[in-house]
């Protein structure tokens, strides 16, 4: 079992949907999660950063963390055919420590 | 803007044949990273410098080497290329850890292939 798991997808969605995007996690010591954008042929983008449980909210953007699930989620409002790209989830036990990225999950947003 | 360079964009090299592979950056950021990423996988570290000091990922192969001359410039040598190398290469970097910051700042990738 990996340590985070992540749909592969595709996810496709119309133009103005609520999308939501999902992690799990079995390493209960991670305490900061992540959220990357990808485009196609490109690097990552970080999106999102937060520390320990809670929500946090940019823009279109909301992460949550439920820690006593290890699942978190990334949830992007009135989406955009923009948007259309791979998420992936990464995460980490401390400061300092590496990242255990998900495999990303690809998301289609049609006009 | 502050940024992370990679050069070239797009490299192809043959079989055997030694590639180096460059990372910039201007975030003057301690940590710099190498990953690989293959078609739809996360991407795999292969090593790090924290300032100076090198951190080589147990699973890494010995056909991959690193130099960090300076804070800005870090590089990736692929000795002996192999057909199984071909992948994008993504160089990130980030700060010394300060409370809970902790983001890693990724560069644009350089995709590699091997004929």
């Known amino acids: 079992q990996k340590e985070v798991e992540q749909d592969p997808g595709p996810l496709s969605v119309p133009e103005g949907a609520i999308v939501s995007l999902n992690c799990t996690y079995s390493n209960s010591a991670f305490q900061y999660f992540m959220w990357y954008r990808q485009y196609s042929r490109k690097g990552p983008e970080l999106l999102m950063y937060t520390y320990s449980s809670g929500n946090k909210e940019d823009g279109r953007f909301t992460a949550q963390v439920d820690k006593s699930s290890k699942y978190i989620s990334l949830f992007i409002r009135d989406s955009q055919p923009s948007d259309s790209a791979t998420y992936l989830c990464?995460?980490?036990?401390?400061?300092?420590?590496?990242?255990?990225f998900g495999g990303g999950t690809r998301l289609m947003v049609k006009p | 803007d502050a940024m992370v360079i990679q050069n070239p964009r797009y490299q192809v090299t043959q079989f055997g044949k030694p590639v180096t592979l460059s990372c910039s950056q201007t975030l003057n950021h301690n940590v710099m990273y190498w990953y690989q990423q293959k078609s739809s996988q996360a991407p795999k570290l292969l090593f790090h410098?924290?300032?100076?000091?090198?951190?080589n990922e147990a699973d890494t192969p010995d056909n991959f080497q690193s130099r960090r001359p300076n804070t800005s410039f870090c590089f990736l040598d692929i000795r002996s290329p192999g057909l199984g190398d071909a992948a994008m290469y993504l160089c990130a970097t980030s700060r010394e850890p300060q409370g809970n910051r902790y983001e890693q700042y990724f560069g644009p990738g350089t995709r590699l292939t091997v004929t």
């Open positions: 410098y924290y300032d100076k000091d090198f951190n």
């Open positions: 990464a995460m980490s036990p401390g400061a300092g420590n590496m990242l255990t």
